[in-house]
């Protein structure tokens, strides 16, 4: 069946530093993808979006981008804060199609300060 | 503004007592909801969603159960819960379907 994944489940890094999460999709028809920062004992946060017919877009240190080619997703956070340790992954949407989006299982960012 | 409450936030039960965890949206009208669990380091399984008021439809089958009585309520049920019923249970909501869903802060559930 399809599903989203993720590369790497846990990424250590110093603080100031860039930050790739990654992630790929394997339904070549999802057009719609979003990433959420989960901290522990709280619920998902909406972080960026970007539909399949763009492949980059950036948000407040945070940049999404897109390889169709390859079904890769991955969001980049710049000068990476202690803030921003979490668990974050990608969910895949084909809109208008399933109400269900899926989600992958998500990649732990531990940020030392 | 929307914004997606739950209560409770943690509730510790033992084995066979009944559970009913709610969820509630504020500034929006006829959103799709949806009921997830999240077990310690895994991924997010849906469990219901609903695009109305008394529709409801089931994605895993399980002793849990879900009702829809007004249009921004959800609300997630047992008669007997199980040890495996523990984890965290997250409510959210979509403007559209297919669209980006939001989710409320969610209700850390353990069994005993």
């Known amino acids: 069946g399809e599903s989203v994944g993720l590369h790497l489940p846990t990424l250590s890094v110093q603080e100031g530093d860039n930050s790739i999460i990654n992630c790929a999709y394997s339904?070549?028809?999802?057009?719609?993808f979003i990433w959420y920062k989960q901290e522990s004992g709280k619920g998902p946060q909406f972080i960026i979006d970007?539909?399949?017919?763009?492949d980059k877009r950036q948000g407040q240190r945070v940049t999404v981008l897109l390889n169709k080619t390859v079904k890769h997703l991955s969001l980049q956070i710049a000068a990476t804060q202690p803030g921003d340790s979490a668990v974050y992954f990608c969910?895949?949407?084909?809109?208008?199609?399933?109400?269900?989006?899926?989600f992958g299982r998500g990649t732990s960012l531990i940020v030392h300060p | 503004s929307q914004t997606i409450h739950q209560w409770p936030a943690t509730l510790v039960q033992p084995v066979g007592s009944p559970l009913s965890l709610e969820c509630t949206v504020e500034?929006?009208?006829?959103?799709?909801l949806y009921w997830y669990r999240q077990a310690a380091g895994r991924g997010l399984q849906l469990l219901f969603y609903?695009?109305?008021?008394?529709?409801i439809s089931s994605e895993v089958p399980q002793n849990l159960s879900a009702s829809r009585p007004q249009d921004r309520q959800f609300i997630l049920s047992s008669k007997k819960l199980l040890l495996s019923d523990s984890g965290f249970y997250l409510c959210?909501?979509?403007?559209?379907?297919?669209?980006?869903?939001?989710f409320g802060p969610g209700t850390r559930l353990l069994v005993l």
């Open positions: 969910a895949e949407l084909l809109s208008g199609g399933s109400y269900i989006p899926t």
């Open positions: 339904n070549s028809a999802s057009d719609y």
């Open positions: 970007i539909r399949s017919n763009m």
């Open positions: 500034g929006t009208s006829n959103p799709n």
């Open positions: 609903s695009i109305g008021i008394d529709q």
């Open positions: 959210a909501f979509a403007h559209l379907v297919g669209e980006t869903q939001y």
